[in-house]
Antibody, heavy 120, light 108 residues
């Protein structure tokens, strides 16, 4: 069974940093593009960042560009999101999602999410 | 950036009825639109991809149609488990991938 499990969310002060992880199983991780998305409380869905299967090509939403870094370790079947210079507007549940063999696809498997709260 | 506008914001129906949810794009996205279902406390689940294709495990009462800028998700014969939020998403013009603001399908 394909599974994604996010971790690393917590309460952090404005200006702080956090690193999220997404452990995967049940599929050939190195063959698929992956993304991070988020959902602020009682809000809709926002795509945050995506990475191709090799990790060479990365993409970001304007709202996080220059502050967030996506990466992957194909030997560990794990996706990461390094989040720096956090603000209250980054408060959300963060989901990792599996895509297709490239980034030209949908988000066909989601983890349950991890909550990031930015507050003093 | 392509803006997706969903209507209605809330749809109140009874089990057994037919639900019609709409998604309009700010410019043509050909057939490259998907629909997601999200229940409280759960992650979204892909329901329809590329306008009209059901994702794995999605029952036949879910169908999608449209092209260009106007799309529809239809649920024929609503079951209790179908009441949820639904979001549309385009994949033709990215980054960023964009979503509609969602339609809440609630029990009347």
């Amino acid at each position: 069974e394909e599974q994604l499990l996010e971790s690393g969310g917590s309460l952090v002060q404005p200006g702080g940093s956090l690193r999220l992880s997404c452990s995967t199983s049940g599929f050939t991780f190195r063959s698929y593009a992956m993304s991070w998305l988020r959902q602020a409380p009682v809000k809709g869905l926002e795509w945050v960042s995506g990475v191709d299967p090799t990790g060479a090509d990365t993409y970001y939403a304007d709202s996080v560009k220059g502050r967030f870094t996506i990466s992957r370790d194909n030997s560990k079947n794990t996706l990461y999101l390094q989040m720096d210079s956090l603000t209250a507007e980054d408060t959300a549940v963060y989901f990792c999602a599996k895509m297709g063999v490239d980034l030209y696809w949908y988000f066909d498997l989601w983890g349950r999410g991890t909550l990031v709260t930015v507050s003093s | 950036e392509i803006v997706l506008t969903q209507s209605p914001a809330t749809l109140s129906l009874s089990p057994g009825e037919r639900a019609t949810l709409s998604c309009r794009a700010s410019q043509s996205i050909s057939k490259y639109l998907g629909w997601y279902q999200q229940k409280p406390g759960q992650p979204p689940r892909l329901v329809i991809y590329d306008t009209s294709n059901r994702a794995t495990g999605i029952p036949a009462r879910f169908s999608g149609s449209g092209s260009g800028t106007d799309f529809t998700l239809t649920i024929s014969g609503l079951e209790p488990e179908d009441f949820a939020h639904y979001y549309c998403q385009q994949r033709i013009d990215w980054p960023p991938y964009t979503f509609g603001q969602g339609t809440k399908l609630e029990i009347k």
